[in-house]
Structure formats: C-alpha cells, structure tokens
C-alpha cells in the first residue's frame, strides 16, 4: 500500500528553480515508494475566490462553485495523501496562482460547516520557495501556516528553499532539503498509515547527484521537444 504524493507548481516555467526542487522532492517520495504526480497550476484557469462563505445562504464546500482547471486541481488535492506546494517567491509571497489555489482550498476545509471533518485533515504537507530576493522563509511559513489552519499535517523538515533562481538545482543543501520534503512526508504519511516510513533527515551525497543529474536530464530532453537552446 504505497502513499500517493501530489506536487503542485506555481511557477509558469516547467524546469525553473521551483519545478526544479519540487521534481527533487517527489524524486525523494518515490525513494520512500510513493506514488506522485506534478500539476502546474500554469495548465489551465484557476478563478480567484469570491468569498462565497460570507454570503447570507453560503455555498462554500467541496468541489467549489467554479468549473475550472482549479477545480480539477482541487479534486487531485482531495484524493492526494500528501501534497508538495512550490513557488517562485513574488513580493514576499506565493505567486498569484498560488495564491488563488490556497484561497479556493477553503472549500475542503469549510466542510465543517456541513457537519463533517474538514476534507485537509489528516493529509501531510510540504513547502517549496524559490527567489533571488528575500521572503523566502516568510512565503513558506505562510503556506505551512495556512494548511495547517485547515487541518493539514506538518511533516518534519517540510520547507525547502534556495535563492538560486532558476539554478536551484545547483544549490545542493536546496536540493538535499527537497528531497527531504518528499521522502519525510511520505514517511509521516506512510505511519499514519501503520506502515513502516523514514522520519529522520537524509544526508546522501550519492543520492543528492543522482536526483540532480535526472532532473537535469529531463530539463535538457524537454527543452530540446520544445525547440529551446
């Protein structure tokens, strides 16, 4: 019984520096026997919220109000048993789309309104950030902090960072953390399952250059299907 990892981009570029650690990150899942998937919140529309919840008959539960690619993304999110947010960070911030996803989860977690359990409960998170400015630490703390208010676990060591940009890969304590993210959220996932799962930092050289020559590798056979460089 493997435990299944959804990774969600906000960035618009497919191997910038946050793809590039969250790709690290779910590499690391599958070293614990995940089962994962990417979603670039770049892939379609995701509505901004209207705050539905306020309204005097509300309507805010799951899926959503909106049929959009946020909805999809949404439905991924519930069947997901931990979930890996990266960014690019934006003014201190998660990117926008980022942003617009966040506020329209509110919708798994007002499930409480209708006499269940919020939908977040129980499922283990992580944090990706990426920027050459600061706001890297307060853009992760925002998102763990935010999850968490809606009944999301905290695995340990749940945010990686780096302020490498678009050469995130290069930053091996970045890439080391990242891979962390993955395998230690699968493995608190994994025991909440009663199933054995790695809890403790990964310090592995090895292992760190390997993941990056992959993701480079990938990055290299994308650019060249897409005509870059």
């Known amino acids: 019984m493997s435990v299944s990892v959804l990774g969600i981009l906000g960035s618009p570029r497919p191997f910038g520096g946050s793809s590039q650690l969250l790709r690290a990150a779910l590499l690391g899942a599958e070293k614990a026997g995940a089962q994962t998937k990417l979603i670039s919140l770049y892939d379609g ?15 805010c539960r ?13 439905l991924e999110i519930n069947q997901a048993e931990v979930i890996i947010f990266a960014t690019p960070v934006y003014w201190y911030a998660p990117s926008g789309v980022m942003k617009n996803l966040i506020d329209r989860i509110t919708c798994l977690e007002n ?9 977040m409960e129980g499922k283990v ?32 060591w749940s945010h990686a960072y780096s302020r490498m940009a678009n050469k995130a890969i290069y930053d091996d304590r970045a890439v080391m953390d990242a891979v962390n993210v993955g395998l230690l959220a699968t493995g608190l ?17 090895e ?23």
């Open 125 to 156: 998170v992580g944090a990706i950030t990426v920027g050459a400015d600061a706001g890297l630490t307060m853009a992760g703390g925002y998102l763990l902090t935010v999850l968490n208010a809606m009944g999301a676990i905290i695995a340990p």
């Open 189 to 205: 996932a994994a025991k909440l399952k009663g199933l054995n799962g790695p809890l403790s930092y990964l310090d592995d050289k």
């Open 111 to 119: 499930m409480v309104a209708y006499g269940e359990p919020s939908y």
């Open 62 to 74: 799951f899926p959503c109000i909106f049929e959009d690619f946020g909805k999809e993304v949404l």
């Open 45 to 59: 529309e995701i509505k901004p919220c209207k705050g539905c919840i306020q309204e005097e008959d509300p309507n």
């Open 207 to 229: 292992l760190l250059e390997k993941i990056r020559r992959q993701i480079l590798d990938e990055k290299e056979a994308y650019e060249k299907s897409h005509g870059e460089n």
